[in-house]
């Protein structure tokens, strides 16, 4: 195994500064990148890669990317995205997506309501673009309704379904009220559903609910968190026509589009989970969980905070230990987990006392991860 010196951090850094750090380690139970081993049947897709960069050449790549889009959409139920042109904007990433996004509303209000917690690129994004942030409690979306105070500041709401880390997800008649809500208020309700293709509870048409609604939307999709790919992914910026953002504009500040094998490569990616590896991953990753609860059942304070999650991440409550604390002793042995504070991204100190583990890997590699962290909790 490679030993790996990591640096003490004296400073909490941001959560991606933490997943850096676990880069390089093969017991990185950090990031929520998908690192599990290639089912054979995706094996079998990336040895067509070659024939796949064939094809993308010879046909125009409006029909590539279509082609994609429908299989990626269809394959979680989402038949009512918009067809037209511009209506999905193709983005190396989600977090390339989301800059376009915040730049846009940047341009036309200079404050969003954003769901608390959530993983912190999102509220890192839109500061940088210089909106004032107002959180918006998870509990809200679920059981409440908008502030209407709230609602006559903001431009958007954003919402993050299935949350990461908590992996909750808007239901369908809630979604339908927060939606509406927007429509009264004239307020954009943007989505990142980075985490969809995990819980078949966010595969319910959402673009036929935000259309009937009548509010503006934004959606941002993404295949980044399910296959592990090595980074090739796609985040995908959707929008209604009159969604009274210069979405596109800022789109072509920025990029030209994605390359077509790699669209490529995500459509049969999803043809294939069409064809039962979605089942297969959700069985997987299943298994991962069960295998992590199992390794920390019946420590001392040690709980699991997200008893319904379906999410490829896992929270901890680790009770009156420090994160930093287990952080370090987890690193030393060089298995690295997320400690949370920095997904309350309004409140650190609700994420002390909660760790989040990656469950997109090897069951092996997870097994030694959680036993340590057994071990770690145990003496601390
Ligand atoms: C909910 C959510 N949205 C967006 C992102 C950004 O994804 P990417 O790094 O692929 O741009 C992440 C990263 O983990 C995330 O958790």
Same mark, same amino acid.
């Given at each position: 195994?490679?030993?790996?010196?990591?640096?003490?951090?004296?400073?909490?850094?941001?959560?991606?500064?933490?997943?850096?750090?676990?880069?390089?380690?093969?017991?990185?139970?950090?990031?929520?990148?998908?690192?599990?081993?290639?089912?054979?049947?995706?094996?079998?897709?990336?040895?067509?890669?070659?024939?796949?960069?064939?094809?993308?050449?010879?046909?125009?790549?409006?029909?590539?990317?279509?082609?994609?889009?429908?299989?990626?959409?269809?394959?979680?139920?989402?038949?009512?995205?918009?067809?037209?042109?511009?209506?999905?904007?193709?983005?190396?990433?989600?977090?390339?997506?989301?800059?376009?996004?915040?730049?846009?509303?940047?341009?036309?209000?200079?404050?969003?309501?954003?769901?608390?917690?959530?993983?912190?690129?999102?509220?890192?994004?839109?500061?940088? =673009? %210089? /909106?004032? @942030?107002?959180? +918006?409690?998870?509990?809200? *979306?679920?059981?409440?309704?908008?502030?209407?105070?709230? $609602?006559?500041?903001?431009?958007?709401?954003?919402?993050?379904?299935?949350?990461?880390?908590?992996?909750?997800?808007?239901?369908?008649?809630?979604?339908?009220?927060?939606?509406?809500?927007?429509?009264?208020?004239?307020?954009?309700?943007?989505?990142?559903?980075?985490?969809?293709?995990?819980?078949?509870?966010?595969?319910?048409?959402?673009?036929?609910?935000?259309?009937?609604?009548?509010?503006?939307?934004?959606?941002?999709?993404?295949?980044?968190?399910?296959?592990?790919?090595?980074?090739?992914?796609?985040?995908?910026?959707?929008?209604?026509?009159? =969604? %009274? /953002?210069? @979405?596109?504009? +800022?789109?072509?500040?920025? *990029?030209?589009?994605?390359?077509?094998?790699?669209?490529? $490569?995500?459509?049969?990616?999803?043809?294939?989970?069409?064809?039962?590896?979605?089942?297969?991953?959700?069985?997987?990753?299943?298994?991962?969980?069960?295998?992590?609860?199992?390794?920390?059942?019946?420590?001392?304070?040690?709980?699991?905070?997200?008893?319904?999650?379906?999410?490829?991440?896992?929270?901890?409550?680790?009770?009156?230990?420090?994160?930093?604390?287990?952080?370090?002793?987890?690193?030393?042995?060089?298995?690295?987990?997320?400690?949370?504070?920095?997904?309350?991204?309004?409140?650190?100190?609700?994420?002390?006392?909660?760790?989040?583990?990656? /469950?997109?890997?090897?069951?092996?590699?997870?097994?030694?991860?959680?036993?340590?962290?057994?071990?770690?909790?145990?003496?601390?």
């Amino acid at each position: 195994m490679t030993v790996i010196q990591s640096p003490p951090l004296i400073e909490m850094g941001n959560l991606t500064q933490y997943e850096y750090l676990a880069l390089n380690s093969p017991l990185n139970l950090s990031d929520g990148h998908a690192r599990q081993e290639l089912t054979p049947s995706q094996s079998r897709i990336i040895e067509e890669l070659p024939s796949l960069w064939a094809d993308a050449i010879k046909r125009p790549v409006s029909e590539v990317e279509a082609d994609a889009r429908s299989a990626f959409f269809g394959l979680f139920g989402q038949h009512s995205y918009p067809r037209g042109e511009g209506r999905v904007l193709a983005c190396y990433s989600s977090s390339v997506a989301m800059e376009i996004f915040a730049r846009s509303l940047a341009g036309v209000s200079d404050a969003i309501g954003l769901i608390h917690p959530t993983f912190d690129n999102i509220p890192d994004i839109l500061r940088g =673009v %210089g /909106l004032r @942030l107002v959180p +918006v409690e998870e509990e809200v *979306l679920h059981e409440g309704e908008f502030d209407p105070y709230l $609602m006559t500041q903001v431009g958007a709401i954003f919402v993050t379904t299935p949350n990461n880390p908590t992996g909750r997800v808007v239901s369908e008649e809630r979604l339908r009220i927060l939606a509406e809500q927007c429509a009264m208020y004239d307020v954009v309700l943007a989505l990142d559903t980075c985490f969809r293709g995990f819980d078949t509870r966010a595969h319910y048409d959402h673009y036929a609910v935000l259309e009937e609604s009548g509010c503006r939307w934004v959606v941002i999709e993404d295949t980044g968190k399910l296959w592990p790919t090595l980074e090739l992914k796609i985040g995908w910026l959707v929008s209604p026509e009159h =969604v %009274g /953002l210069p @979405l596109e504009k +800022v789109y072509s500040d920025i *990029l030209l589009g994605v390359s077509p094998l790699v669209m490529s $490569m995500v459509r049969r990616f999803a043809e294939d989970a069409a064809g039962g590896g979605l089942a297969e991953l959700h069985d997987f990753i299943a298994g991962n969980r069960a295998l992590v609860r199992a390794a920390l059942a019946d420590l001392p304070e040690v709980e699991f905070l997200d008893p319904d999650s379906r999410a490829s991440v896992e929270r901890v409550g680790i009770g009156s230990r420090s994160n930093l604390a287990v952080w370090s002793a987890l690193s030393e042995h060089n298995v690295f987990a997320l400690p949370c504070q920095k997904f309350f991204w309004a409140d650190s100190a609700r994420g002390e006392g909660i760790l989040r583990i990656a /469950l997109a890997r090897p069951p092996a590699a997870l097994a030694i991860g959680a036993a340590t962290l057994r071990t770690v909790l145990s003496e601390i």
